[in-house]
T-cell receptor
Framework: AQSVTQLDSHVSVSEGTPVLLRCNYSSSYSPSLFWYVQHPNKGLQLLLKYTSAATLVKGINGFEAEFKKSETSFHLTKPSAHMSDAAEYFCVVSGSGYSTLTFGKGTMLLVSP | EAGVVQSPRYKIIEKKQPVAFWCNPI?????LYWYLQNLGQGPELLIR????????DSQLPKDRFSAERLKGVDSTLKIQPAELGDSAVYLC?????????????FGPGTRLLVL
């Protein structure tokens, strides 16, 4: 079985400051890991994914995440937040050879001017 | 390239009424998924299709929910009868071949309100 824990339900930052969204995972297999973003009334959009290649993964819009097997973590970061980054972010795990995704409960990112 | 299309975007019905949601995946994607997203939660898989075959429907409440994917392209998810607790967003996604690590592309969802 696999699971994902997003450690913060809400994160508030000021525009121009760094963003850190934390995610821990549990999997019996070497997992694939994803971060998706969901803007209000919009579909889920893939930010980045890790599939056992480089442990530091770069995504769209300046986001990146680092896979740390020893810590079972896959935290999402961005050096400088923009107002348009305000949205809900989901950490997702896939494993055991199938594409079925297990989502975390989400972290709402709030960006203030 | 057109994305995953879902309709309707919003639906309001009274409890005990039937309702159906439609999904058109990205052209060439063999795998289609239906997810349920409750308020404040991440999406949860209801059913996964490989072409026209439902290969994982273990989380689909079969007493009231049904789904089909005729000809391995479009799919319909139905609820009959709807209950108050079915109010949620129903998401459709598709991917090329259902392999681990594949990107799933999501539609905008259908927001259902049961009164």
């Amino acid at each position: 079985a696999q699971s994902v824990t997003q450690l913060d339900s809400h994160v508030s930052v000021s525009e121009g400051t760094p963003v850190l969204l934390r995610c821990n995972y549990s999997s019996s297999y070497s997992p694939s890991l994803f971060w998706y973003v969901q803007h209000p009334n919009k579909g889920l959009q893939l930010l980045l994914k890790y599939t056992s290649a480089a442990t530091l993964v770069k995504g769209i819009n300046g986001f990146e995440a680092e896979f740390k097997k020893s810590e079972t973590s896959f935290h999402l970061t961005k050096p400088s937040a923009h107002m348009s980054d305000a949205a809900e972010y989901f950490c997702v795990v896939s494993g055991s050879g199938y594409s079925t995704l297990t989502f975390g409960k989400g972290t709402m990112l709030l960006v203030s001017p | 390239e057109a994305g995953v299309v879902q309709s309707p975007r919003y639906k309001i019905i009274e409890k005990k009424q039937p309702v159906a949601f439609w999904c058109n995946p990205i052209s060439g994607h063999n795998t289609l998924y239906w997810y349920l997203q409750n308020l404040g939660q991440g999406p949860e898989l209801l059913i996964r299709y490989e072409n026209e075959e439902a290969v994982d429907d273990s989380q689909l409440p079969k007493d009231r929910f049904s789904a089909e994917r005729l000809k391995g392209v479009d799919s319909t998810l139905k609820i009959q009868p709807a209950e108050l607790g079915d109010s949620a967003v129903y998401l459709c996604a598709s991917s090329l071949g259902g392999l681990e690590g594949e990107t799933q592309y999501f539609g905008p969802g259908t927001r259902l309100l049961v009164l």
